[in-house]
């Protein structure tokens, strides 16, 4: 296709900071689009893996202390999460239980598929924390001891999966990965950077990442070509 016919179905603003990043080579530009869009797929398949092993893991712990029906629950009377500095995630866990409601009917496995992200990100915001018994850490039981050079605690943990959920949702609105923040300027850095935390946490949680990605994980290679673009202008 040539390059017209492709401005034509993608639009010119969206190719706008592709081609200022290969200097006006329209050839270049896309394929540096289609190598970000190789590179989001890869991270996207990383990152559903493990937003799942980190729910799944979320969800253990909370059944254990909390009961069967812990997420539901949380949002009723006298729930973990009924109160009204944490309106926002009951009104996310209530409109989701809502929507299984009308649909086929609630279980627990149905209404934690409906939870995004952000929901198992702020479990290890203050409040929420606290709420689930200031001990969810437990659930990366390989993850360092804290001293006094670094710190391993719940604000590392939410820190990091905010840097994963920013990626994630930036993949999911279509936005470019592969460009160093604030500039035109390319490369992967962003991408592997955000990719070892995952492998990091997946570590953490007792997983074996390498066994449990194994045939799914195409991150590298993704990166490799980017390099390579920018390597041969």
Known sequence: MN???F???????RLARYLKACNGDKRKAMILYRYNLHASE?????ISCFEIALRNAIDRHMTTHFGNDWLRDSILN???FNLPILHKTRDIINCAYQRVQRGTGY???KLLAEMEFGIWKYMFSPVQYRQSGNNLLKIFPNKPRSSRQAQYNRSTIFNELDRINSLR???AHHEPICFVSGTSDFDSTYIE????KAITLFNWLGIDAKSYLFGLDHVRKACDRIKSLKDNP
């Not at 401005?7 to 603003?13: D, F, L, N, P, Q």
């Not at 950077?193 to 070892?196: D, I, L, V």
């Open 78 to 80: 006298g729930g973990i």
């Open 193 to 196: 950077t955000t990719y070892q």
């Open 107 to 109: 279980t627990h496995p």
């Open 169 to 171: 949702n930036r993949i």
């Open 3 to 5: 390059y017209n016919d």
């Open 42 to 46: 890869a991270m996207y398949s990383i």
């Open 7 to 13: 401005e034509g179905i993608v639009s010119s603003e």
